[in-house]
């Protein structure tokens, strides 16, 4: 193995250009002494596990860490309190309509009885709170 000069990253003998930096190689770079180990840093957590345990060992002294970022804007002032009860997201549901079973009825019995009319039972909607981050049907 050969240490680069500009980089000290360990590269094979049989390449004469870093492949970390792209400097040359000069056959008398070899180091004399094994290379020091590096430290093992671990890597940072998803935004999801934040809140569960890290497998990676922390290091005796940790460095100051930046704030996680959330995937979505901080909730709105009017969600005080709320939580999604499937994913416990702090943001307001969403309000969806769909048609109702009831207007599927009339939409049938319109179809048999007063063809012209059918149409009238899809104008039937119902309203459903939907979550926006995990979509839960919320009723």
Not at 22 to 38: F, I, V, Y
Not at 41 to 47: F, R
Not at 75 to 94: F, I, V
Not at 95 to 102: A, D, R, T
Request: net charge positive; proline share 14%; charged share 10%.
């Amino acid at each position: 193995m050969i240490a680069c000069g500009n980089c000290g990253q360990l590269n094979d003998e049989s390449v004469r250009i870093c492949r970390y930096c792209g400097t040359g190689l000069a056959p008398q770079s070899r180091p004399t002494a094994p290379p020091t180990q590096q430290q093992y840093t671990p890597p940072k957590p998803y935004m999801w596990a934040e809140s569960g345990p890290i497998a990676a060992p922390q290091p005796a002294s940790p460095p100051a860490a930046a704030p996680m970022q959330q995937p979505y804007a901080a909730p709105p002032a009017n969600a005080a309190g709320y939580r999604c009860p499937r994913c416990g997201a702090a943001y307001l549901p969403t309000v969806e309509k769909k048609v109702s079973s009831e207007g599927w009825l009339i939409f049938i019995l319109m179809l048999f009885f007063c063809f012209p009319l059918f149409w009238i039972g899809l104008l039937m909607k119902q309203e459903y709170r939907v979550c926006p981050v995990c979509h839960a049907d919320l009723g």
